[in-house]
Structures are given as C-alpha cells and as structure tokens.
C-alpha cells in the first residue's frame, strides 16, 4: 500500500469532493463479515464530503454496511466499507463512503470542487499579519 501522503495527495482528480486531513473521534457499528455485531471507538484520518478513512480493529469488507457517529455531534449516518487494508500491527485502514453525500456531518466547510490554491482568485487573498485561524482573508495588496 502506499504512504498516506500520496493517498491524500493531488494525483487523484477523480474524487467528488476536497479530502482534508482531520482527526475526528467517531463511533463505528454494524455486522462483522460473519454476522456478529460490534461497536468500537476510533478516529478519522482522511474525511470529504462523501466519507471517510479510518484506523480500525475490526476486520471489515468491501460492500459492508455500517453505521459512523461523530461524537462531538451525536449525529449518525449510514455508510460501507469501500476500502480496507489489515497490516501487521494489528491496526486496520478502512475507507467509507456515506450511503448520501452529507457533506455537513464534519462541520467543516469544504471548497468547491474546481478549487485550488495554485488558482488566480486564491492568490488574490491573503490573511493578515497576526490573523487567527477562520478570520476573513483580505484582498492581496497589488505589486
């Protein structure tokens, strides 16, 4: 399997929407692939508007459907299992994608989907010196 970094990285312009690096705790549920039932706790590494890539114990398959819930929110959403990769550590990788597109289960804003930064309106906004995180950025100054 190859590093995260190419996973998340700009090589794949086939994805419906921005993936963001964001570690969210969230609950997983439904049916092992022998049709016992478990819950664990985890983490986010990857998410987008369509799902998620997530460290997980239990050993899941490709089809299976599951329930994600983002504990900040309380909210669930119904997903499966689109990827999954066991390693050596005994930790797993597994890719979900929401059954609907719910972009807001993050509570993160997401750019459109013809973003980029290398674009001529993303140069023309800057932060200013000294800004917070989700301050508004200011026109750049002309040179």
Request: proline share 6%; glycine share 6%.
């Amino acid at each position: 399997m190859e590093p995260l970094s190419l996973q998340v990285g700009e090589r794949n312009n086939r994805r419906r929407s921005q993936r963001v690096l964001l570690n969210v705790a969230v609950g997983l549920s439904g049916e092992t692939p022998d049709k016992t039932a478990f819950s664990e706790q985890t983490n986010t590494l990857v998410v987008n508007a369509h799902g998620a890539l997530l460290v997980v114990k239990t050993r899941l398959s490709v089809g299976q459907l599951l329930k994600l819930q983002n504990f900040k929110t309380q909210e669930e959403v119904a997903c499966r299992v689109v990827f999954f990769n066991h390693n050596s550590s005994g930790k797993a990788e597994a890719g979900v994608e929401f059954l609907k597109p719910s972009p807001g289960f993050w509570r993160i804003a997401f750019p459109p989907s013809d973003w980029t930064p290398k674009s001529a309106e993303a140069k023309t906004y800057t932060a200013k010196p000294g800004a917070k995180a989700g301050e508004k950025l200011a026109p750049a100054a002309k040179k």
